[in-house]
């Protein structure tokens, strides 16, 4: 059975099938737009289930070879703190500025369980990648990728904005382990080192673990919802990456 989903406008659907054209063009698998129509699109249906953890280093390893593709297609020399157009795509929103004022409302507003940073502190982790080489961002989780019979693709694509290297993993790695529980050290190993094989920049464990972080801090919001049964603050000692 094929699969319509609603947006909020005819413009927020033209988006998204831009994103999924371009997430395809850079070789990641998607779920195919069977059709186009005002708020909606209607995707082709795909036998499947949502990712589990041992997927984790597939997804991690398509994740890391579309993060390739955009940057040496698209995204070499663009600044992180500055929006950026892709033809036949659109904007890219910055990745600094919006991220630094979410964290530190939330922060502020003392809706993270357990944090290990400070306001400040946060805000200093999200600008220090300003100068680092550009990947994008798509809210990578275990509920917009699906497995399925001929491997893990991907099925969400409302919003794309610029990130660095290693952030978008940060957050598969996060919400797979909110989402199902403690994660074996190994496979959290296995899934950085699949990712790593892919992309320019190799992202290393201290670099990994605080996106992990701030991750914690964006995603506190949804605990209780979505799958979000875990929170990262029971569960971060078991997943640095070694």
């Known amino acids: 059975m094929e699969f319509t989903k ?12 831009a994103h999924q054209a371009w997430l395809a063009q850079l070789g990641m698998p ?10 909606f699109l209607v995707f082709a249906h795909v036998e499947g289930r949502h990712l589990g953890p041992a ?3 597939e997804a991690a390893q398509l994740l890391g070879q579309a993060h390739a593709a955009a940057h040496h297609g698209y995204l070499s020399g663009v600044h992180l703190d500055e929006p950026c157009t ?28 357990g944090p290990v940073l400070t306001a400040s502190e946060a805000a200093r982790v999200v600008a220090s990648a300003a100068d ?25 694509f409302d919003d794309l904005t610029l990130a660095p290297f290693g952030y978008d ?10 989402t199902y529980g403690p994660l074996p050290p190994p496979l959290v190993r296995r899934t950085l080192d699949a990712y790593n094989a892919a992309v320019p ?4 464990p201290d670099r990994l673990t605080p996106w992990m972080e701030i991750h914690h ?26």
């Open 132 to 156: 680092e080489p550009a990947a994008f961002y798509k809210d990578a989780n275990p509920r917009n990728f699906l497995h399925t019979p001929h491997g893990v693709i991907a099925v969400d």
């Open 6 to 17: 609603t947006y909020s406008s005819p413009a927020a659907a033209r988006q998204a099938h």
């Open 217 to 242: 801090i964006l995603t506190s919001p949804y605990l209780g919802h979505n799958g979000y049964t875990h929170s990262w603050h029971t569960l971060r000692s078991n997943h640095q990456p070694r």
């Open 55 to 57: 997927q984790l280093p």
């Open 201 to 204: 920049h190799p992202v290393l």
């Open 86 to 113: 892709v033809r036949d795509v659109g904007q890219l929103g910055p990745f600094t500025t919006p991220r630094i004022r979410r964290v530190q409302a939330l922060l502020a507003a003392g809706a993270v369980p």
């Open 30 to 39: 998607v779920a195919p737009v069977k059709a186009r129509n005002g708020h």
């Open 169 to 178: 993993l940060a957050k598969l790695i996060v919400t797979t382990a909110m």
